[in-house]
Structure formats: C-alpha cells, structure tokens
C-alpha cells in the first residue's frame, strides 16, 4: 500500500489462480489488496509471483485483476491461515474503476434490525456522512446484508423473540463464513444489543458470544449512537491489530533467517555481466567510508545483496548489520521499530524495546523500500543522519548512536522528492553515493549463471538432486523478461526443483506456463533475434534524428541514458 492510503475494511470471498483455498479479503485499496487463506502444502503462490484474481465488492459489481504477492506469511500450524499482501498490476475490463468508485464512496457500514422506520431514519441522519446505516426488517434482507462482507456493526432492536431470532441469524451466517468458506471468525461484524429482553437472556447472550455490547432497551439516540460509533472503532481496531500482529511477525521471522536467498550471489554466479560488475565496482569503492548509500532498482533486482556486500568490505563488517523493510509496517509501529519505544508508551508496549539504530549501534542499517516512510519519520530519519540522536517514542531521553546509514527504493526517489511526495533534503543527504541496481532483463548473462547456484543451494536445501536445465530451457530462461527479477528466478527455479524426479535434467515443462509458451519462438531462434532487431532499429533511428547524442535518443525512447548506451553498443548503434 501507498504512504498515507487509507486501507478499506473488505471481507468478501476471493477466488484465485493458483488456487488459494478459504480465501477471503481483509482489507482493499485501489493499489492492491490483503487476503487470509488456508495455508497450502504446496503449490502456494510465492513472493514476487503473479496471482490472478476475481472477486465481488459489496456493490454487486465484480473485479477481475492480475497482482503480485508483495508478502507471504503463514501461521506455521498445521491447517492454519496464510496472509497475502497483494499489489495490483493490471485490472480486465471496466473493473479499476468499479473499484475506485467504491472505495471513493467508501464507508464504514451499519446494519439496524427492530428499529421501525421513523427510528431508522433519526439514526441515519445522526450518521449522515460518517457511516453508512442501512434498516432490515425481514430475515431474508437482513441475512442478505450480513452475507455482503462490509458491515462493521450489526445493532438489535425489537421485542425479545424478534431480537433472539436476528441474533441467531447473525451468529449463523458468521458461522456459515467461517466453516463452509474459510472466512476467519474474527472479522465478523461485532452485534450492539439494546433489544427488550430479560436480564438472564441478556447476560447469556454475552457470555456465549453472541453479542458483543449491551444497552438497556430504551436507550435515546444518542446512547445508540455513541454505542455504534464505539462498536465500528472497537471492530476496526481489533483487525489493525490483528494485521499489525501478522506483519509484526512475518518481519521478525525474515529478520531470523541470514539471508532472502540461500546464496549470495555477491560471492557466488549471476554477477558477471557488464552492468553487474559496474555496481560491484561502486560499492567496493564505497565500502571503507563511513557514508551513506542509496541503492535504487527495481524490486528483487538485487538491492539487499548488494548492501550486505558493502558491511562486508567495510571496517564495521564484525558489527550488527540490521535490515527493515520500510513498506512491511504501518507508521507507528516502523517508528517503534526503528527508535524503539518506552513501556507503556501504548497499548501492548509492556517492555521496553531499544529499537534498530540502538541494535545497530557501531554497525550497519539497510532501510529497504525508503519511499513508503511517510514525511514525519523521515523528519526523524533525517536528525538521525544528521546527529546520531534517537528517541525511543514516548520516551524523554536521548541516545547517541553510530550506525552508517544504507537506503533502497525501487522507484526514482528524486521524482518522488521534486514532487513534494518524499523530503528533498532528505533525498539529498541519502542520494550523494547512489549505486543503480541494474534490473535482470539488462544483465542476459547473468540469468544462467544464477539459475544453475539456485539449482546447487536448493539442491542441498530440500534434498534433491536436480542436474540441471537441458538447452531448451535454458533458452527459454534468458528469453524471458524476468520483471520479478532475481527473486523472480529464484522462484522459477526452486518451484522446478521441488517437482522434479531423482537425476533430472529439468525441460521447459518445470517451467512457468507462460515460459513454456514463448519456448515454441526460441526453438526456431526468432522471437531473440526479431526483439533485438527491432531494438537495434529504433535505437540507430533515434540516434540519427538527435545527431548521435545519447542523452537526447534516450529521452526519446524513455529508457535510462546509461541503459541505452549500454545496449547500444551492444547491438552494434553506437
């Protein structure tokens, strides 16, 4: 999700190809979307891979989109739930904009039953602009609303056996979610009951669950107000929470493992090619001086390799090298992350936390995905830099810290900054050593190379024995555009691994539908040699017209000047 992008609570039913059984949304923006499942044995989509999906918004209108898994987390049990964090790609149809239209027209959902049609409309008016209260009389229409998957509050109204009997319909379409769908239990719409009921009845409808607030039966609006306003903050606190918790967990089982890949190809394969070597070259350069670096490139080209290889060379390499993924985490607990935080300095702060730069202390951070931090921690990012100084928050003191400072961003971190979306000072003291990370489809010669130590590691890693690709596979592998990049390959290639038999040489079938089909172009050596046909063509055309001046021919095609000179000369152009 995007700085600042307020986050819909959803929670409709999602089908998905892969499959993903008992799949249901948690929350929607127009940039992608999160979703709870049933962990999968095998065949689970990975981070960096495609996912296509279709599912219904509460308007009626269904979405069709193409995503990626930005982020996987599974709860380790067996038959339990797996989380998803999904970016949106690309959108069939007229879908994004039923999606903008519904999340422009966003709100938090009431549902009233018992009410009578003049209380009905006093509470609507009461909520005019804030939420969204819709009145249901017969059971048809109220299990039809609560079936829906946006309703945060369902309030009770009415005589007893009216109340009882909605209750129990509440109780059964949530039940009917979780055990015949796979929707969790607790994302069920909290009930408000202020029905006339007996005391007894009262007290055992909330200890079995039922209910979850309780008001005497003659309650004014604005008591039934308050009650709701209370129980839609209640409900969506409780799914922060729980969001929060999971990507809370998922970022302190990453920071456990040594590495994202089971080699680094800083010391291994995959970092021959031209545009590789130049990278390499820059950070060993770098590596002795106690400055900060940004490393920009696209997502999975390589950037935390890169990092862990400049703490490596460089003097503090026996000190903490301490990674945060700046687009894992809400703002207040990454600012809790970074700076640490007091006991009590909020709710489930029951011990004090130093924080990373504390943790960092003589050693290295790498703050991966910069450009998610919004503009009040880049203010503290930026006092960091600039003095050493961290505050825990809620805390009163100040610590004094020596960490040297490594940043990454996938996107252009100056656009983002000359835009007003990102501090230009800040821009400007992270970006005075900035090492480009070339993308997979610019280093050709790398994706061998890397494809054969992925084979070796995961090999050892699940005990298989794999020999290799045969040629018409291996060309279907440089072929490819890889837009996942390494981690991209990394996956195609533990995926092939995993499915293969003792002794394989493994053939285009382990391999990617999609691959597969563009390996019918390279068997016949076209598909490579028409591509770069074309491209040597374009590039010899915009050359001509802008008088052999790279810079400008670039431009033109809207490639990076570097890229293109790169590939100009390759091609023979230049």
């Not at 095998?42 to 981070?47: F, K």
């Not at 709100?107 to 602009?129: D, P």
């Not at 960490?403 to 821009?427: C, H, I, M, P, W």
Request: aromatic share 6%.
């Amino acid at each position: 999700m995007r700085e600042g992008e307020l986050r819909k609570l959803v929670f409709v039913p999602v089908s998905t190809q892969p499959k993903l059984e008992g799949c249901w949304s948690v929350n929607l923006a127009d940039s992608g979307i999160g979703l709870v499942a049933r962990a999968a044995a095998t065949g689970a989509p990975l981070e960096g891979e495609t996912l296509d999906l279709t599912f219904p918004l509460p308007t009626g209108a269904q979405i069709y989109a193409r995503g990626v898994v930005r982020w996987r987390h599974e709860s380790g049990q067996a038959g339990g739930s797996a989380a998803y964090g999904v970016r949106f790609e690309s959108f069939e149809g007229h879908s994004q904009t039923e999606l903008l239209r519904f999340l422009s027209a966003y709100r938090v959902r009431v549902v009233v039953a018992g009410a009578g049609a003049s209380l009905a409309r006093t509470l609507g008016k009461s909520f005019a602009g804030e939420l969204a209260l819709e009145a249901h009389e017969t059971d048809d229409a109220l299990e039809a609303a609560l079936s829906r998957g946006d309703v945060s509050t369902l309030l009770v109204l009415g005589d007893e056996a009216q109340a009882l009997a909605r209750v129990r319909l509440a109780q059964k379409v949530a039940a009917r979610a979780t055990g015949e769908l796979g929707r969790p239990a607790d994302i069920r719409p909290r009930v408000v009951f202020a029905a006339r009921a007996s005391s007894d009845t009262v007290v055992e409808l909330f200890n079995a669950g039922a209910v979850d607030q309780t008001l005497p039966p003659e309650s004014d609006v604005p008591a039934l107000t308050a009650a709701v306003r209370q129980s839609c903050r209640a409900h969506g606190m409780r799914l922060q929470q729980q969001r929060m918790a999971v990507e809370l967990e998922r970022v302190l089982r990453d920071r456990g493992r040594p590495l994202s890949m089971p080699f680094e190809p800083a010391e291994g394969p995959g970092m021959g090619s031209e545009p590789m070597r130049e990278a390499l070259g820059q950070v060993r350069q770098l590596a002795g001086y106690k400055v900060t670096v940004l490393l920009q490139g696209e997502t999975g080209s390589g950037k935390e390799v890169l990092a862990r290889r400049l703490h490596r060379l460089s003097p503090r390499a026996e000190r903490p090298f301490v990674v945060q993924d700046c687009g894992a985490l809400a703002e207040t607990l990454l600012d809790s992350e970074l700076f640490g935080h007091v006991k009590g300095a909020f709710t489930g702060a029951v011990n004090d936390h130093p924080g990373l730069f504390v943790l960092a202390d003589g050693g290295t951070i790498f703050l991966d995905e910069i450009e998610n931090t919004t503009p009040a921690l880049q203010a503290k990012l930026l006092r960091v830099l600039e003095t050493g100084e961290v505050r825990a928050v809620g805390g009163s003191t100040v610590k004094r810290v020596d960490v040297r400072v490594l940043a990454a961003s996938n996107v252009n971190l100056e656009a983002q900054a000359k835009r007003g979306t990102f501090r230009l000072d800040l821009y400007y003291r992270l970006s005075a050593f900035l090492v480009e990370v070339p993308a997979l489809h610019e280093r050709a010669d790398d994706v061998l190379p890397l494809a054969r130590g992925f084979i070796d590691a995961f090999n050892a890693l699940h005990g298989k024995s794999a020999r290799g690709f045969d040629a018409e596979a291996e060309g279907a592998l440089r072929a490819w555009s890889w837009p996942g990049n390494v981690r991209e390959l990394r996956n195609v290639v533990e995926r092939a691994v995993l499915y293969s038999g003792p002794m394989e040489l493994l053939s285009v079938a382990r391999l990617p539908r999609a691959m597969r089909a563009g390996a019918a172009f390279i068997r016949h050596g076209a598909l490579k040699d028409q591509l770069e046909h074309l491209e040597l063509r374009l590039m010899r055309q915009a050359l001509e017209k802008h008088g052999g001046v790279v810079r400008r021919a670039a431009k033109e095609l809207e490639v990076d000047a570097q890229t293109f000179a790169r590939r100009a000369k390759k091609l023979g152009a230049l």
